[in-house]
């Protein structure tokens, strides 16, 4: 299982874009935003602790369809099957490559784009804190979403219809997170809820995403 | 017709969408029921000949 | 000797599923229109909202009706994973487009109802939230049933699909209540209380609400046998393919 963790973070290394270009999509889009909204600080400061945890959201989003494509259309997958690794060890593997390759580099990321958003000095370590504690539920259950639609050809857009319904609970308990910790209250207790969510889904979502691995390679 | 009052719009529209969307789903099942049966009868029976 | 298990076998079911259509539907019919014209035409005013109580009779009954239509798919799934019935997974398949349609109709009258009396359409409530989630997974669940050719394949995703997004659903709904303090009342029917709201406006939703179930199981039943017609027309062509 380490090994296939190690080939994972090799090739997503060699082939190029994997650490690179969902952070390039996490700074275009926090780019992108005071277009939209307006220069003004205020008003950006307001909105900032959303705005980094939806960028965060979209750029894991991203790079969701990649995680089994790629094997299942070589073959890789059908033989990982075959072998003694069982697939729900495949399946935490294959989300903890995506964490370390999408969710550490956005966790590292944020604070200078919240530096670009003037995001409030006491939401930083709250903004680190909650991004690093929510990012792996991302990445687990984007590998469910992933498993479901591993068979169907272009399954890009039905993955987001799919996978974005899930990532409410932890969009609404890390973005609150850091609101309250921009406006100076408590953000232990939302932080501590997504922490539960994050081990919750840790816990069931590789036996969901094996489940489905092993219809869709029937 | 009872005297809806000022809010006539509101209630009456909510009915209209309430009905017209149950009457779609509705109209909907009984289409896709009907091709069926009749793409299922026309396949059975060109089995019933050939066989 | 009789057990439910029988109806697993889908010649069984289409011969009971015929015989109990026309009461369901008629049943359905019958307490639609005694309830609507009697919430319509015959009950007062409400003193605080005016006539706008009126729109109650179908707002409670589908918003209701909405989420037993997922419990019924949750159940319906589960009982597919585990005993590999395919009525079953056909019967989930079924429920959600109605389901999906209960949950437009609670949205829409909802937003009907809160224009003239919170004075805004849409109101990021826990209440409301939950139910444009909860349409969310019924575009989702409908969509993967869409996108996959194998039946089989698509009853097993759709069904981890489906209990995924409960245990999700479920969750999301208790972190809209702590994000967010809501405008919509509390619950207008509940067991545990003496009496939910004045006799005038109760009846007349009671049978409304018996309208809505039975017109759910109706129509269920008639979209579960065209589901199994399609299922019967796709293998007699996948067999004159072979041959």
């Given at each position: 299982?380490?090994?296939?963790?190690?080939?994972?973070?090799?090739?997503?290394?060699?082939?190029?874009?994997?650490?690179?270009?969902?952070?390039?999509?996490?700074?275009?889009?926090?780019?992108?935003?005071?277009?939209?909204?307006?220069?003004?600080?205020?008003?950006?400061?307001?909105?900032?602790?959303?705005?980094?945890?939806?960028?965060?959201?979209?750029?894991?989003?991203?790079?969701?369809?990649?995680?089994?494509?790629?094997?299942?259309?070589?073959?890789?997958?059908?033989?990982?099957?075959?072998?003694?690794?069982?697939?729900?060890?495949?399946?935490?593997?294959?989300?903890?490559?995506?964490?370390?390759?999408?969710?550490?580099?956005?966790?590292?990321?944020?604070?200078?784009?919240?530096?670009?958003?003037?995001?409030?000095?006491?939401?930083?370590?709250?903004l680190v804190a909650a991004l690093a504690l929510g990012t792996p539920a991302l990445s687990a259950i984007g590998t469910f979403g992933a498993a479901l639609t591993v068979g169907i050809k272009r399954g890009g857009l039905l993955l987001s219809l799919l996978v974005l319904p899930l990532y409410m609970p932890t969009l609404i308990f890390g973005a609150l997170c850091v609101t309250r910790?921009?406006?100076?209250?408590?953000?232990?207790?939302?932080?501590?809820?997504?922490?539960?969510?994050?081990?919750?889904?840790?816990?069931?979502?590789?036996?969901?995403?094996?489940?489905?691995?092993?219809?869709?390679?029937? | 017709?009872?005297?809806?009052?000022?809010?006539?719009?509101?209630?009456?529209?909510?009915?209209?969408?309430?009905?017209?969307?149950?009457?779609?789903?509705?109209?909907?099942?009984?289409?896709?029921?009907?091709?069926?049966?009749?793409?299922?009868?026309?396949?059975?029976?060109?089995?019933?000949?050939?066989? | 000797?009789?057990?439910?298990?029988?109806?697993?076998?889908?010649?069984?079911?289409?011969?009971?599923?015929?015989?109990?259509?026309?009461?369901?539907?008629?049943?359905?019919?019958?307490?639609?229109?005694?309830?609507?014209?009697?919430?319509?035409?015959?009950?007062?005013?409400?003193?605080?909202?005016?006539?706008?109580?009126?729109?109650?009779?179908?707002h409670v009954p589908s918003a209701i009706m909405a989420i037993n239509a997922w419990l019924m798919m949750l159940v319906a799934s589960l009982i597919w994973v585990i005993r590999r019935h395919h009525v079953s997974a056909l019967a989930a398949k079924a429920a959600a487009p109605v389901g999906m349609v209960f949950t437009l109709i609670a949205l829409a009258t909802g937003a009907l109802?809160?224009?003239?009396?919170?004075?805004?359409?849409?109101?990021?409530?826990?209440?409301?939230?939950?139910?444009?989630?909860?349409?969310?997974?019924?575009?989702?669940?409908?969509?993967?049933?869409?996108?996959?050719?194998?039946?089989?394949?698509?009853?097993?995703?759709?069904?981890?699909?489906?209990?995924?997004?409960?245990?999700?659903?479920?969750?999301?709904?208790?972190?809209?209540?702590?994000?967010?303090?809501?405008?919509?009342?509390?619950?207008?029917?509940?067991?545990?209380?003496?009496?939910?709201?004045?006799?005038?406006?109760?009846?007349?939703?009671?049978?409304?609400?018996?309208?809505?179930?039975?017109?759910?199981?109706?129509?269920?039943?008639?979209?579960?046998?065209?589901?199994?017609?399609?299922?019967?027309?796709?293998?007699?062509?996948?067999?004159?393919?072979?041959?």
């Open positions: 299982m380490i090994g296939l963790l190690k080939r994972d973070l090799a090739l997503a290394i060699r082939a190029g874009g994997g650490f690179g270009l969902s952070l390039a999509f996490f700074l275009i889009f926090t780019t992108l935003v005071p277009f939209g909204v307006g220069p003004q600080t205020q008003v950006l400061a307001e909105i900032a602790p959303g705005i980094l945890w939806l960028g965060a959201l979209l750029a894991c989003l991203l790079s969701l369809d990649r995680i089994f494509q790629l094997d299942w259309e070589d073959g890789t997958l059908d033989l990982i099957a075959t072998s003694p690794v069982p697939l729900e060890g495949l399946a935490a593997m294959k989300a903890l490559a995506h964490w370390i390759t999408t969710g550490l580099p956005l966790v590292a990321a944020a604070p200078m784009l919240g530096l670009l958003l003037n995001l409030p000095g006491p939401a930083y370590p709250w910790g921009a406006d100076g209250l408590d953000a232990l207790t939302p932080l501590i809820l997504m922490g539960g969510i994050t081990l919750g889904s840790l816990a069931i979502l590789p036996f969901a995403a094996a489940a489905a691995l092993r219809v869709n390679l029937r | 017709m009872p005297d809806l009052g000022t809010y006539a719009l509101p209630v009456l529209s909510s009915y209209a969408v309430s009905l017209g969307l149950l009457i779609a789903v509705i109209i909907a099942s009984v289409w896709k029921a009907r091709r069926v049966r009749a793409q299922l009868e026309n396949v059975e029976n060109r089995r019933g000949r050939s066989a | 000797m009789a057990s439910i298990w029988e109806y697993a076998n889908p010649r069984k079911f289409m011969a009971t599923s015929a015989a109990l259509l026309p009461w369901t539907a008629g049943v359905a019919a019958l307490c639609l229109v005694t309830g609507l014209v009697w919430g319509f035409f015959f009950t007062p005013d409400d003193f605080r909202q005016g006539s706008t109580v009126k729109i109650i009779y179908v109802w809160g224009q003239p009396m919170w004075g805004t359409w849409w109101e990021w409530d826990p209440r409301l939230t939950s139910f444009l989630i909860l349409f969310l997974f019924y575009l989702g669940y409908m969509a993967l049933w869409e996108a996959i050719d194998n039946p089989d394949s698509a009853a097993d995703l759709t069904a981890v699909l489906c209990l995924v997004g409960s245990v999700f659903a479920v969750i999301s709904r208790y972190a809209l209540l702590f994000w967010n303090q809501g405008l919509h009342q509390g619950a207008t029917l509940s067991l545990d209380r003496e009496q939910n709201i004045a006799n005038v406006f109760w009846y007349p939703l009671v049978i409304t609400l018996a309208g809505f179930g039975f017109l759910f199981i109706a129509l269920v039943l008639y979209r579960t046998q065209t589901e199994i017609r399609a299922r019967r027309l796709k293998a007699l062509i996948a067999q004159e393919r072979m041959a």
